[in-house]
């Protein structure tokens, strides 16, 4: 509404009434001021009424809400289905162009702001979740794995020559991947164990770096993120020797910003040596739906490079997902639930501490990785080969999600690389263990039910195993379970699979 | 409401109402179930309660909606904003896994469902649309140019000696850099003048193929839909050129599903010779926003193949769009909007023509190109060279949108490669021309409001150009307009480049 | 946003683009600004994205959306649950106040605005729709009885000693109940058969008058839109009558706005004698859930008196849906529906004339009802005096909704008044008969449908009235339906009562 | 889904994943059907996808909803608005029919079910509120004041003599106005002054009762909740008063089921002697929009004789909000809700005793209101007579809502009946005052911002009342007060009634 709207108000309803209206639609408008010139975060979570003004605002700068536009081109905007054109507040024509997914649409000034805030919102959350001194990001429609694979693609044109990728070993397939569909060889660098930790072996890195050649090498692909007893590489030490040897470094921080150590880390590795971007996925740092990444990365001109790299317009869809979060809960908002998940984790590791000791099992030591936890499964793995397993299919009948057993030896081949010791990072890790992690936004529920069933789980399994030694099984007792098992054998692999990607 | 709860509510209310209420629910179930039966599109398009009953019915089989869910692992589904929440139905998990953007997800069988479902759904609509014998297809949610890059990429695996791409010319940037994101070397075959017609060198290309010895090809890379003067290259015997040498053959049909020509004449490529897949936009052809694509083809296996080439999961958001849209229109609704578009495009046709001949211009003859239409700008062109990119800033900010104006000589580089008459799809074309097209869901009113707009735009350039020759230009009688050119200086360029991309 | 925004904006992206994004904001703020000046119906609809900002606009100038409020009383629109604020877009005060529903609220600038744009709508509506000289109206979130009752309750003030309300019989339950909730005695004036026509019999009503005295009378309480073989009452009589004896006349005009002719009526009445108030539903004339009613009249004041009358706030839903409504289709929308429901009335007058001539059956001659048709049931009546209510619940379970069967001799006490011959307006009627109406938002599918239902109904009862006659019923034939008639038997009378109402 | 459509599920995706997903499923249908055989509000809210499944499914139980349903009616539940009937989630038929707004509709199962748990639903919060003994409620969309009404109307058929209504006075316009819409005289009984506290002055209705003898008054019409320093009539004595005369008893429980102390005093009433009825707000005790109203009595029938007053069907919001609301926070949080408020009771009190001394004010003593709270003006009163008013203003222009200044010595007139000392529900209380409320849903920082805002408007008028008094007045100090002050000299009135209803 403008003065003239309001004047005709005032004319209907008492002017003072509508002037105060008018006063508190400007606090509103204040705040979208703000957002625009600061391009940052606001501290305090919006109101839900602000943000849907804003959007609207943004929606009807775009051509296909003119009232008086005609389109004659064969990309207008046109939605076939109200439903389609609501759910996207009326968004219809992506993000980016041909050229350039950061680049603004002329037709589409509305969705080109919103794109380029997000950008600007993301980045400055990036920085408050430490790391302080990127330098540009921007939001992608993609899973994390192909965002590495257009990083590497984009490294291609930069180095003709290389042909590896060296990747100190992390047992998630889709990251395996974004390299074999970039058109890359992986070197996989085996990890060594410290105590119960597996960690990077910078010697074998470095050797292979000399082995090969640094010009033959695309880049070292180092991770953050990852499932204990796995921690988080040595980026420091890495982002040396590729400072040293010339070599870009690009880092998997899948859902790794919500740890201020592996931001940490990832901004130490940036002071002392080289990285060149780091990837993170949108869904598992902000609880958005799957369906997008971040590109960051200290240098801003290789940022807009990969940027220029993605052919054609793409979804707006997963940064309209983020600007909504990050504006409803403010930099406060995210800051506590970075915090609140800290907490989580130490009750988890507490609670599960208690747990595993009750069933003669043992937490594993693993202090490098702020996330995941692993607790061992020994006394199961000794008596039944199939217990650990059972274990998995167990927990998931029973609505645990995301609960991970790793059982001992399988031998897994991803696009034709044989990996022994699947799922733990390592040819032989010395025991089955179980893994849980605390990711943003869980509750103390979570922690709580999990613990319960574990607990009525691994009750319900030894019991089965004293049973069978005593070859004395009660088939009718647990009967779900065992049909359910049963009817999960060809679930199984996939479970564990699941929880592993 | 299962049957208990019927009974319950036949005691609050009159049995014999509770029980056609029961009765009416049934016919909702049943339009699920033969969906869910049939994996095809249903004749007539779904009521929205019948829609969204549906959709909430998948999505609380996702894990995220159990009541008793307990999660404890990095990606549990979890949602900051209930605003996020609603507008993805609560379908939060993505589709795919890490291994196969296809593939079931055990903790989101309801998302997984609507995967499966709508790619069989829009599998059924390419064959209602005219390629009858395709084998398979998916949606990803990726432009349509990264789309063909993830197919490239699949490619380099089955032909590791490949470093070209054969690519019959045109001026379009997402489609030249899908073959540089990629990796590839583009080979630009130029094409021949016939009449006003741009079409495939047929020659050109099998010399081409000759010199580099196919081994060394990675594919062929046609175009269907495309901007007049250019039409549809000659699918058929690049099909066989493909077949003969053994080459692979991509299609880029990116908004081809909507006509008849095209599809028709993948159908004849896939009969005759050789196409491994073909890719579209999902927005371009189905009225849904910017951000999928589908991939199609006729060997079901290597449709698989580049399904596990995407690593890591995938935003459901494009899948959920065109699933809410087919099952609205129906495949008959579909039908209606092929059928209204031929009409609409005679209806183009002819209002352009006629005016064109007002202006002493000349509809370009293009029978090939069944969507795209040009015309040319002789006059304009030969008085004063800035008038045709002014007649296109004018258009623009008349809130004409898609229409796309190409001058004589525009020279672009785009990724180092240089091309001289950029735009315009070969290197000297005649004449300066517009482009319009009628695309899927234009109205008459478009059509006409467009037609008025031009003819007001190309009155005023005109008089402008006449005042110029008699050196008497009256500054102020088109403020606004030489205001707004001026403004638009740096604009220029990118409108036309939008409307070309 | 506001020109600091945009100024920022500009700053973002291209200011070009955004400027032509602002421009385009003016073209909604333009249809905003007309509406809050003129207070009229626009002719076109308006596009959901104006509708939405302006609610949203409107929304925020109410206090319980005020970032900044603080509130300390007992009423502060504080909302329990997101989705109940969201479905009344955040209005929450109500409408009105203690003094007057149709006061401004001073804590709710937005919803003071709503409630008088609405009223002011409706207002335009009800002179289109042909009471041209109305001066007043307002919408209150009350069923058209109740709010008839609310008249009755504001003349009592004004006629102290008036007991009597005159009232030309029609046998709707709501109707007779107004008068008895308001604390009056219905004086029942029986119709008069013409033709196949139930007229008013101003002779009775005249004697009535003389016989009682005028100052014991409350007013006169006619009746437009009523079931056919009834048809609105002789206003222009009954007017005339009302003035020369000075007795208030109050209309029950309940869908009657959707036809020409009962809006005429009114018009001629208030210029030849004197109508005080007339009322309509929402629901039934704007299609609009129900929930409330226009109290509409000739008096400014009268009609600010009733306003008075309402002691508290009121629900501002049915206000909210009407504006929706009317914003969406424009007069030229309103006015588009009324033709199609003239259009599909004599569809519908065809249709059945034509299957009951099939059946020796007859439809009613009643020219002077414009929504309401009859056709005889004779024959059914002949054989078998259930057979009558025994097509009305197969109709019923048919899916058949709003047809009505009106067997002869069928007696109603209401709120101790016994009515002979109840639901057909008379105590004997000549024939039994099913009513058909065709109402504003009918389609041609409903009138297609009904007749192939109908047709089939009438052919099973026949069918099993002669295997009756002839001893020979085979039950197990139409088993459903026996089976479901017998269920119904306690809802028949239900199905024909709610049928009348 | 049915059966058949799991079924078939599990043949697109993993049959396990399906089962667990219809697992799921089933937690959903066993919340529902609890609620719809015991008719009680859950303890635990339910999950909004629980909650939207069970709206969803209660629709397509209405006939407006069936796919196969035509209708030949006047009234078919028809919308024209898609974003109308969305936000009704389908519900058109409104509840209620013609007879009896309690009543079951035949062609809206659906909406009846929901009209039918709704009265339960809040019936079963009343007896936890505190009212154990209450026989039968119903949710009227109608004001509370407009709710007593048609308790008098429905009283007046069973006491054909009575005129008078015994009302001890409580300054609220619709709360007098609902006795005379209904044609009663109020016999207004004053107050008496005890401490600080205004309470029910028994003898003085004693007395009146038999001037006028028990068969000439309709009833005693008593109030719970009301602004402090009046406090809730003694309802015991006047339920024993009611019962030993054969009075009926009518209580006016406004905002009262929010607080135990009122909910107490109506189930003592009804225990001791005689209470008929008792009407209470939905907005104020539920946090709903305006709009609704619930009568409950201890006596079935009389309840059931007031429902069949309201002539015709009626508004389905308020009932539908309200289920919302009660289902979203389930018994747990609407307890939680009444004991917050609680807490903030003594919380604003604490703060306002404080602030109050600061200046020399005093908060009233009146520890029977539960709710309202009073703080004298005395100091501003006796040096500006205009102050007091001032204040007003200025805290409504400084977004305070609710806050109620009540200076001395305002007369009003309401309809026809003049009230000395108006708002202040006695003649000549000693001394102004401003209220404060703790409502349900008020957050602490609604207290402290009131609190702060109050202390800067006090300083500021006595700041402006010294420099007066030094004759030495600075205008330009506080232009922005003075200027709105002036300018809301129209507005001041309003203000005030505005806190008063």
């Known amino acids: 509404m403008n003065r003239e709207s309001f004047a005709a108000g005032e004319r209907l309803v008492s002017p003072a009434y509508v002037r105060q209206g008018c006063e508190a639609r400007r606090s509103h408008e204040h705040l979208i001021r703000l957002l625009l010139e600061k391009g940052k975060c606001p501290e305090n979570g919006w109101d839900e009424s602000t943000l849907e003004l804003f959007l609207h605002e943004l929606?009807?700068?775009?051509?296909?809400?003119?009232?008086?536009?005609?389109?004659?081109?064969?990309?207008?905007?046109?939605?076939?289905?109200?439903?389609?054109?609501?759910?996207?507040?009326?968004?219809?024509?992506?993000?980016?162009r041909s050229g350039d997914i950061s680049a603004?649409?002329?037709?589409?000034?509305?969705?080109?702001?919103?794109?380029?805030?997000?950008?600007?919102?993301?980045?400055?959350?990036?920085?408050?979740a430490g790391v302080h001194t990127v330098a540009n990001c921007f939001v992608v429609p993609m899973a994390t794995g192909m965002s590495l694979t257009l990083c590497f693609l984009t490294l291609r044109h930069k180095r003709p020559k290389a042909k590896y990728i060296i990747w100190p070993r992390i047992d998630q397939k889709s990251c395996f991947k974004s390299m074999i569909t970039a058109g890359f060889e992986p070197v996989v660098i085996e990890n060594v164990l410290e105590g119960d930790e597996l960690r990077t072996d910078l010697q074998?890195?470095?050797?292979?770096?000399?082995?090969?050649?640094?010009?033959?090498?695309?880049?070292?692909?180092?991770?953050?993120?990852?499932?204990?007893?796995?921690?988080?590489?040595?980026?420091?030490?890495?982002?040396?020797?590729?400072?040293n040897f010339g070599i870009?470094?690009?880092?998997?921080?899948?859902?790794?910003?919500?740890?201020?150590?592996?931001?940490h880390l990832i901004q130490q590795g940036a002071r002392v040596g080289r990285i060149d971007a780091f990837v993170q996925s949108l869904d598992k740092n902000f609880m958005v739906p799957v369906g997008g990444a971040i590109i960051a990365g200290f240098n801003d001109s290789f940022i807009q490079e990969i940027s220029?790299?993605?052919?054609?317009?793409?979804?707006?869809?997963?940064?309209?997902?983020?600007?909504?979060?990050?504006?409803?809960?403010?930099?406060?908002?995210?800051?506590?639930?970075?915090?609140?998940?800290?907490?989580?984790?130490?009750?988890?590791?507490?609670?599960i501490k208690k747990l595993s000791e009750a069933y003669n099992e043992r937490l594993l030591h693993t202090p490098h990785n702020p996330i995941s936890l692993a607790v061992t499964l020994k006394t199961l793995d000794k008596h039944h080969d199939k217990a650990v397993t059972q274990l998995g299919s167990m927990l998931f009948t029973r609505q645990v999600s995301g609960a991970r057993v790793v059982p001992l030896g399988s031998v897994q081949t991803v696009s034709g690389y044989t990996f022994r010791g699947f799922m733990s990072h390592t040819n032989n890790y010395p025991c089955a263990y179980l893994n849980a992690a605390s990711a943003i936004?869980?509750?103390?529920?979570?922690?709580?039910?999990?613990?319960?069933?574990?607990?009525?789980?691994?009750?319900?399994?030894?019991?089965?195993?004293?049973?069978?030694?005593?070859?004395?099984?009660?088939?009718?007792?647990?009967?779900?379970?065992?049909?359910?098992?049963?009817?999960?054998?060809?679930?199984?692999?996939?479970?564990?699979?699941?929880?592993?990607?």
């Open 308 to 351: 220029k790299m993605y052919p054609g317009r793409a979804s707006a869809s997963p940064s309209l997902d983020v600007l909504i979060t990050l504006l409803s809960l403010g930099s406060n908002g995210y800051k506590k639930l970075l915090k609140e998940r800290k907490e989580m984790f130490s009750y988890l590791s507490n609670q």
């Open 204 to 243: 074998a890195v470095k050797a292979k770096v000399q082995e090969l050649g640094p010009d033959n090498i695309l880049c070292i692909h180092s991770t953050t993120s990852c499932f204990a007893p796995r921690v988080p590489d040595r980026l420091e030490e890495l982002a040396v020797i590729c400072a």
């Open 441 to 501: 936004g869980m509750k103390m529920q979570d922690v709580d039910l999990f613990i319960k069933r574990l607990d009525r789980c691994l009750k319900t399994v030894r019991k089965e195993q004293s049973k069978e030694s005593d070859d004395n099984y009660d088939k009718t007792e647990d009967v779900d379970i065992e049909e359910m098992a049963l009817k999960l054998d060809n679930v199984l692999l996939d479970t564990h699979q699941d929880a592993s990607s």
């Open 59 to 96: 929606a009807i700068m775009d051509s296909n809400n003119f009232l008086g536009n005609c389109g004659v081109g064969e990309r207008e905007g046109r939605v076939a289905s109200a439903l389609v054109a609501r759910r996207h507040y009326r968004f219809i024509h992506g993000i980016g």
């Open 248 to 263: 870009p470094h690009i880092v998997n921080n899948a859902y790794g910003v919500q740890s201020s150590k592996c931001m």
């Open 104 to 128: 603004v649409q002329p037709k589409a000034a509305g969705s080109s702001l919103l794109n380029k805030i997000t950008n600007s919102l993301v980045l400055d959350i990036i920085k408050l």
